[in-house]
């Protein structure tokens, strides 16, 4: 299992984008190699949020983590 703190690590990286568009995202739960995440702010009620976090959200998790198979919003 991936530790928290290996997903925080990366999760910082990705806020940064998200903080520059007024969002935010928050780690809620890791079960087996699935991470579930609320996104925030601005991005919690923007009409694209399911794109973020599919197309940039998942996609930079996946690549830094390989064992992470899906990022799930909650």
Do not use: F
Not at 41 to 60: D, F, H, I, Q
């Amino acid at each position: 299992m991936v530790s928290r703190e290996k997903i925080e690590a990366v999760l910082e990286k990705i806020r940064i984008g998200l903080k520059s568009e007024g969002g935010d995202i928050e780690l809620v739960d890791v079960k087996g190699n699935v991470i579930y995440v609320k996104l925030k702010g601005a991005c919690g009620t923007c009409p694209m949020s399911t794109l973020t976090l599919k197309n940039w959200v998942e996609a930079n998790i996946k690549r830094e983590i390989p064992e992470i198979t899906a990022v799930q919003a909650v």
